[in-house]
């Protein structure tokens, strides 16, 4: 059985589980989220805690167990608290703009770089550089936040592009001048 899955998820008092057969949707403060589960893992549902079980002892199943606790997990997170991706742009000329639709970057190309918003996230620029991505959904708010760093991805020798708050960029020497 899985470590992980074994965990029961707390449900917080503003959040609503709903759970028919093959969909479990939970519902709070922040929003609603919906996911369609698998007939190899089972939910037991209470007032307070959501328990995942492992339907077979096959080895899918016993992944899945894992994975479905983790998702739902974050469900219940993102309903109540929300996701936030934190990216900075560094470079000389470097800076974003945000606006409900489009999130633009001017990042060293010779035209600015125009990024659609999806529904359901939230895209703020902070001090033309600092970008943050929130949303309810774990992925979305992943995915978008890669999207934005895969524009100009930061590189190695002079560290200039779009990378994650708080990652480190490996620094390589430069070529060496000649005697």
Known sequence: ????????????????????TSIISVEGPKGCLKLDLLNLVGLEVDESVIQVKALGGDRKSRAMHGLFRSLINNMV?????????????????YKAEADKQNLTLNVG?????LVPIP??????????????????????????????????????Y??????????????????????
Request: a positive charge; proline letters at 6%; hydrophobic letters at 35%.
């Open 158 to 179: 002079r560290g200039k592009g779009i990378r994650y708050l708080g990652e480190e960029i490996r620094r390589k020497v430069g070529k060496a001048g000649s005697k």
């Open 109 to 113: 190309y010779s035209n600015p770089v």
């Open 1 to 20: 059985m899985s470590r992980i899955g074994k965990a029961p998820i707390p449900i917080p008092d503003e959040v609503k589980v709903g759970f028919d």
């Open 77 to 93: 997170t993102g309903v109540t608290a929300g996701f936030t991706k934190s990216l900075e742009i560094v470079g000389v000329g």
């Open 119 to 156: 529904e359901g996230l939230n895209v703020e620029v902070e001090k033309n550089t600092l970008v943050h991505v929130r949303g309810i959904d774990k992925q979305q708010v992943g995915e978008m936040a890669a999207k934005i760093r895969r524009i100009r991805k930061p590189e190695p």
